[in-house]
T-cell receptor, first 115, second 113 residues
Framework: AQKVTQAQTEISVVEKEDVTLDCVYETRDTTYYLFWYKQPPSGELVFLIRRNSFDEQNEISGRYSWNFQKSTSSFNFTITASQVVDSAVYFC????????????FGTGTRLTIIP | EPEVTQTPSHQVTQMGQEVILRCVPISNHLYFYWYRQILGQKVEFLVSFYNNEISEKSEIFDDQFSVERPDGSNFTLKIRSTKLEDSAMYFCARRVQGVYGYTFGSGTRLTVV
């Protein structure tokens, strides 16, 4: 069975602060894929990143960075110098190996950036 | 890559009525999915569809739900007799074979009254 846990339900930070969103996952598959999606107030799901289980290299994209730690089954997401436009609900998701087509989502973290 | 377009963006229906949610356009050699998100909750998998067949479905996807490609292009989700608890945002998603990246449509907000 697959499971994604986002323990932080809501986070509020003042603009320009850094913030880290936690994601812990469970899977029996040796090959799997991890994702982060952003859901702004308008409701759509915006793809941010995909990570393969065999690639533990951390990634940085502008103000966004992701820390994948297989040893702790975590895939955390950090926003540096936060901006008001970062306010959204962020979902971490997991897909198992070939033949397991579904994405399992976490419960999401609502991030509010205070101007 | 083609984006995923969903229609309508918002639908209000009376309990017991049938609704059809549409996902357009569609191309061959893609996997398609329906997910739903009850307000304020997480996104839940409903069904995956490939080669005109359901490849996987969740326990939520009971006999009240069905999916099809009626004209070879649109991908539809039908709810036969809606219940109040079917009120949710329904997302269509797709991925290209061999690529594990999912693109979601903008969603259809279904309100059952």
């Amino acid at each position: 069975a697959q499971k994604v846990t986002q323990a932080q339900t809501e986070i509020s930070v003042v603009e320009k602060e850094d913030v880290t969103l936690d994601c812990v996952y469970e899977t029996r598959d040796t090959t799997y894929y991890l994702f982060w999606y952003k859901q702004p107030p308008s409701g759509e799901l915006v793809f941010l990143i995909r990570r393969n289980s065999f690639d533990e290299q951390n990634e940085i994209s502008g103000r966004y960075s992701w820390n994948f730690q297989k040893s702790t089954s975590s895939f955390n997401f950090t926003i540096t110098a936060s901006q008001v436009v970062d306010s959204a609900v962020y979902f971490c998701a997991l897909k198992g190996d070939f033949g397991n087509e579904k994405l399992t989502f976490g419960t999401g973290t609502r991030l509010t950036i205070i101007p | 890559e083609p984006e995923v377009t969903q229609t309508p963006s918002h639908q209000v229906t009376q309990m017991g009525q049938e609704v059809i949610l549409r996902c357009v356009p569609i191309s061959n050699h893609l996997y398609f999915y329906w997910y739903r998100q009850i307000l304020g909750q997480k996104v839940e998998f409903l069904v995956s569809f490939y080669n005109n067949e359901i490849s996987e479905k969740s326990e939520i996807f009971d006999d009240q739900f069905s999916v099809e490609r009626p004209d070879g292009s649109n991908f539809t989700l039908k709810i036969r007799s809606t219940k109040l608890e079917d009120s949710a945002m329904y997302f269509c998603a797709r991925r290209v074979q061999g690529v594990y990246g999912y693109t979601f449509g903008s969603g259809t907000r279904l309100t059952v009254v």
